[in-house]
C-alpha cells in the first residue's frame, strides 16, 4: 500500500499567505470572468505543487504577494477521499464498454493505480485536469451520455480538451475541495444513493457545492 498523507494543514498556510484567498465571500473570479463559489478558494499551480510537497511537517509557504506570474506546477500523484462516505476514488478500468473507466469512490484504501491520479495544472485556463494511474487516460465528462450515466466521469482520453479540464477549489473551514467541470459548468458528486454498476459513481451534475456529495480529501501519494 502507497502511503498517503493529508494536506490540509499546510495548503491552509499557503492559502492565507498567497494571493489566492478572496476578499470577500462570493467575490471572486477566475481569469475567464466565471465566479469561484462563496467560502471557497481557487488552487492554483502553487498550491497544487504545495498539495503534492505535503509531508506530516507542514510546509513552509510563499512569500506572501508572490507574482500570480509563476512556472507550470510539476504534475502532482493524488488520492481523492469522497466525504460523504470516506471512500477512495478509484478507476474501473475493467468494466465493459461504455463505461469502461468509471471513476467510483469505492476503495477502503489506496492499494494501487486504480486509486492514484497524475493532476496537472495548467496556467492559460487555471484548471487541472486527472490522468488515471490504472489505464494512463484522462478523465473526461460525459455531457452525451444519457439517463444515470449523464455527465459520469471516465478516465477515456488520450488527450486534455474542454472535456477533460476542472477548477479546483478549497475550503478551509471545512478542509475539504471541490471539483468543477469547465465543460458544463457543474460541481463532480459522488452518487451515494446510485445501486448496481455505478454506486458511488461520479459525475459533474450539481449546480452548487450542497454538501459532502461535492466534497472530497486529497492525499499525496509517495512513490
Not at 444519457?146 to 455527465?151: K, M, R, W
Request: a negative charge; proline letters at 4%.
Amino acid at each position: 500500500m502507497r502511503r498517503i498523507t493529508s494536506v490540509f494543514l499546510s495548503l491552509s498556510a499557503l492559502l492565507a499567505a498567497s494571493a489566492l484567498a478572496a476578499p470577500v465571500a462570493g467575490a471572486a473570479a477566475h481569469a475567464d470572468g466565471s465566479a469561484v463559489p462563496g467560502g471557497w478558494v481557487a488552487v492554483d499551480s502553487a498550491g497544487l505543487q504545495h498539495i503534492g510537497d505535503s509531508a506530516d511537517t507542514p510546509q513552509a509557504p510563499p512569500a506572501a504577494g508572490r507574482s500570480a506570474s509563476v512556472p507550470a506546477a510539476e504534475p502532482e500523484l493524488l488520492a481523492l477521499q469522497s466525504a460523504r462516505n470516506e471512500k477512495f476514488v478509484a478507476t474501473e478500468a475493467n468494466y465493459a464498454a461504455p463505461n469502461t473507466g468509471a471513476l467510483r469512490a469505492r476503495s477502503a484504501q489506496v492499494g494501487g493505480g486504480w486509486e492514484g491520479f497524475v493532476f496537472e495544472f495548467d496556467e492559460a485556463t487555471e484548471t487541472v485536469s486527472l490522468k488515471s494511474l490504472a489505464n494512463d487516460r484522462y478523465v473526461a465528462v460525459e455531457k452525451n451520455y444519457t439517463g444515470n450515466a449523464q455527465n459520469i466521469l471516465r478516465a477515456r482520453s488520450t488527450s486534455v480538451g474542454g472535456w477533460e479540464r476542472f477548477f479546483l477549489y478549497y475550503n478551509e473551514s471545512l478542509d475539504r475541495f471541490a471539483l468543477q467541470s469547465t465543460l458544463n459548468g457543474l460541481f463532480v458528486a459522488m452518487e451515494n444513493s446510485y445501486t448496481g454498476s455505478l454506486q458511488y459513481a461520479l459525475r459533474a451534475r450539481s449546480a452548487e457545492i450542497t454538501g459532502s456529495w461535492e466534497e472530497f480529501t486529497l492525499y499525496s501519494l509517495d512513490a
